[in-house]
């Protein structure tokens, strides 16, 4: 038991969609765009649910928003985003009956093992039941009413609720809130949210004991006028990167949306290559900017393969083979990024480690709410992140690709970045683009592709052209003066494919490679090598490179 801090409340939804919206527009707008936009203000709202009614009754849905303070609702960081709404938002939401209610919260109780559903999987939390009970009160008679009903609630009715099968949570608050002027400004209720895990003993011994009391009558007859009760159902978990392939898929092309702010593209399934979410999370540790790309099956419960990037290229160096794997394996997710360094960097400038890149996709992961991928797969960086990620966060993957890296650094590969730097600064940052692009895509290339498959090259150089010259300069530092050997044999229950281009380092990293992968675990991890390939295999030979992975994933 314990009583709100200061500030604590709730933002409180209804919302009916009129006749003629289609509901999947509804909740694609609603999961992609609205919600996500609040909770990247982690500062106001520590959570956001989605429920849909189980009673009957309009409105037949609600979100719910804990509030870390609810003076925040008042300032310019959170009315600017009810002012400055998409077009696609303001017409969506002129098709919804909205009802807006703010509520402060006073006392909460907790079942022991309560756990919030933000901090839950998607499978463990959807389903809870919430019980929303509102009472009117008798002021007018008892100037007191408030106060005995609190009690009679957090002594006697909230107690007598906790012992009901499945019970995990009470919550008492009142409205008008503080921030609306508090009893002074309209009729006071108090609130009750009761929610339970969705096997539960509502209707049982328990709960008709709790509704038979002589103070429960007392309560009743002396300082409440009125009751409402609704009951709901969790269904959508928000979380601050937009996920929602299921009903994006559902709508036709032209329902396909683009906005620089909330800086959201989404790709309709309908569309030749949909569904696609583009979109990016803010890095919890130090607020860089991460884009992503989420696409391929849309069911929210489809297993997710993740890819990690080389330096120096995008997510899109993953086009060729995520083309052959939506055909070969529709049956999953798939997740892209753009590493650190890619675009911007944080201020103040950083250098990039193994161990911040692995966080780097764990906080994305969990911004889209991903307990454990199927696959990573990673490639030279991405595939000593990809490593060091199974490392660090074993629980959240159950095999990987780690492709065209070594397990350790050396002196000498330190000192190459260092002079690449100075290549890619040189003639006011002109060098990346004017000469180690090229030059470093002639370094990765099997011979074969230099010479036969010039689109492919030229691809490859406008990529590595394209990279932010600063974001070169601190994120190669993460390939300085690192060695995974002896973190490698403590990976247990993760296992591991190696991969290389037959023509990697002229061949040399084969026999690295070779060298190391019996470190992995306890017994070891299997190399294979694509022919006529060189230091990125899945773009030179995309077709090959799946050959040798497939029976893997």
């Not at 998607?122 to 039941?129: F, K, P, T, Y």
């Not at 608050?173 to 895990?197: C, F, Q, V």
């Amino acid at each position: 038991m314990a009583a709100a801090k200061n500030g604590q409340g709730m933002l409180y939804v209804t919302m009916q969609p009129q006749e003629g919206l289609s509901l999947d527009q509804f909740h694609e707008w609603y999961n992609n765009e609205h919600g996500p936009t609040r909770l990247r203000l982690p500062q106001i709202f520590s959570n956001g649910l989605r429920y849909q009614a189980t009673d009957g009754q309009q409105p037949h849905f609600l979100a719910a928003y804990d509030v870390t303070d609810m003076a925040h609702l008042l300032t310019p960081t959170y009315l600017d985003l009810r002012a400055n709404r998409s077009p696609r938002e303001a017409e969506t939401i002129g098709q919804v009956k909205v009802d807006r209610f703010f509520f402060d919260l006073i006392w909460t109780q907790e079942a022991p093992s309560f756990k919030p559903a933000e901090q839950c999987t998607d499978a463990e939390a959807e389903g809870r039941v919430l019980v929303a009970v509102d009472v009117s009160l008798n002021l007018t008679q008892e100037p007191d009413a408030a106060e005995k009903v609190i009690q009679w609630y957090q002594e006697e009715h909230i107690p007598m609720l906790s012992k009901i099968p499945g019970w995990l949570r009470s919550r008492v608050l009142r409205t008008p809130s503080s921030i609306e002027g508090g009893s002074n400004a309209g009729e006071t209720k108090i609130i009750t949210l009761h929610e339970y895990a969705a096997e539960n003993g509502l209707g049982g011994p328990e709960h008709k004991a709790s509704m038979d009391t002589p103070w429960r009558t007392e309560v009743f007859n002396k300082y409440i006028t009125t009751k409402g009760r609704r009951t709901y159902s969790l269904f959508y978990v928000f979380g601050p990167a937009p996920r929602d392939l299921q009903h994006l898929s559902a709508l036709p092309a032209s329902a396909a949306f683009s906005a620089v702010s909330p800086r959201l593209t989404t790709t309709p399934g309908t569309s030749p290559d949909g569904p696609i979410i583009n979109s990016y999370i803010t890095t919890p540790h130090d607020g860089l900017i991460i884009p992503y790309q989420l696409e391929g099956n849309p069911s929210p419960s489809a297993p997710v393969i993740a890819f990690s990037n080389s330096l120096l290229t995008s997510l899109h160096m993953w086009d060729p083979l995520v083309k052959i794997l939506k055909t070969s394996r529709p049956d999953l997710r798939i997740l892209r990024y753009d590493t650190r360094g890619r675009h911007s960097i944080p201020s103040p400038p950083q250098p990039a480690t193994l161990d911040l890149l692995a966080d780097d996709l764990a906080s994305l992961l969990d911004a889209l709410r991903i307990d454990k991928l199927q696959t990573l797969v990673g490639v030279s960086m991405g595939g000593a992140t990809t490593l060091n990620f199974a490392i660090r966060h074993p629980s959240r993957l159950q095999k990987f690709v780690a492709c065209d890296f070594n397990a350790a650094s050396s002196e000498a590969n330190t000192q190459a970045w260092k002079d690449r730097i100075a290549v890619a600064e040189a003639d006011e940052g002109r060098g990346l683009r004017d000469q180690l692009a090229g030059v470093t895509v002639e370094r990765w290339f099997h011979p074969n592709t230099m010479e036969k498959k010039k689109e492919v090259v030229q691809w490859m150089t406008e990529m590595v052209a394209g990279n932010s010259v600063e974001g070169f300069r601190w994120s190669c530092q993460a390939l300085w003066g690192y060695d995974l050997r002896e973190k490698m044999r403590e990976v247990q229950g993760v296992e591991g494919l190696f991969v290389v281009g037959e023509g990697d380092g002229k061949g040399a990293l084969v026999k690295a490679m070779d060298g190391f992968r019996g470190l992995l675990g306890e017994k070891g991890g299997e190399l294979k090598v694509v022919k006529e390939a060189g230091h990125l295999p899945m773009c030179e030979c995309p077709e090959g490179f799946w050959e040798v992975v497939k029976d893997f994933i």
